[in-house]
């Protein structure tokens, strides 16, 4: 089953501009993870949010969670043309380890 | 975080037929998971593998037509059987940072079935 929502479904960006995706979920969750995927190649781990965190940043990246709406947002900023990928969104339902993926947003940066 | 290789890396197999995707980690993990990713879409989970145990299924996901073995701690294989072209997908194992609960992925294996 997926349990995120991500939106937009895609976004269409200029290099240096900032970008936001959104992920939605449906139940109470330990932790929630973004991942990055380019060009149908494998997943690369960006960040990891637990659910008693609000805020967390990594480089370029801010992701936000608020467990109370359900929702966490990525936050790239001063995007790069190396940012143009899908980003995916990934929650443990509860159990621990087993992830649920949302449908994913694919961010083109275009230079 | 730990570092998964994949082979192969794609192939391009014939309706009926099986293929074995090996999945090897540079340090030893207790759990080990199994992903498809159809074209477009996002990724599900198959099946859950613990070394020394049967993998555990997800919904819509049977061991005759995926069998997977857990050899070792370091070590998995997902075979893809009777194959057809909607068994065309990515084929992604991950491992999980027991300490910090972050999951790794492998980079994939492309499998087309014609």
């Known amino acids: 089953s997926q349990q995120g929502e991500e939106d937009p479904q895609a976004l269409s960006i200029q290099e240096g501009e900032n970008a936001t995706m959104n992920c939605s979920y449906k139940?109470?969750?330990?932790?929630l993870q973004w991942y990055r995927q380019n060009s149908g190649r494998g997943l690369v781990h960006l960040i990891l949010i637990r659910s008693n965190e609000r805020e967390k940043h990594s480089g370029r990246l801010r992701v936000t969670l608020d467990t109370s709406k359900k929702s966490s947002s990525l936050l790239i900023t001063a995007s790069r043309a190396a940012d143009t990928a899908s980003y995916f969104c990934?929650?443990?339902?509860?159990?621990?380890?087993?992830?649920?993926f949302g449908a994913g947003t694919i961010l083109r940066v275009k230079s | 975080s730990a570092v998964i290789s994949q082979k192969p890396s794609r192939d391009i197999c014939q309706r009926g037929t099986s293929l074995t995707i090996q999945c090897q980690v540079d340090s030893q993990v207790t759990m080990m998971f199994w992903y498809r990713q159809q074209p477009g879409q996002s990724l599900t989970l198959i099946a859950t593998a613990n070394q020394g145990s049967e993998a555990t299924y997800e919904s819509g996901f049977v061991i005759d037509k995926f069998p997977i073995s857990r050899p070792n701690l370091t070590f998995s294989t997902l075979t893809v059987s009777n194959m057809s072209p909607e068994d065309s997908s990515i084929y992604l194992c991950?491992?999980?940072?027991?300490?910090?609960?972050?999951?790794?992925f492998g980079p994939g294996t492309r499998l087309t079935v014609t």
């Open positions: 991950s491992v999980e940072d027991g300490i910090a609960y972050e999951q790794y």
């Open positions: 990934a929650t443990d339902e509860g159990y621990g380890n087993k992830l649920v």
């Open positions: 139940t109470s969750i330990n932790n």
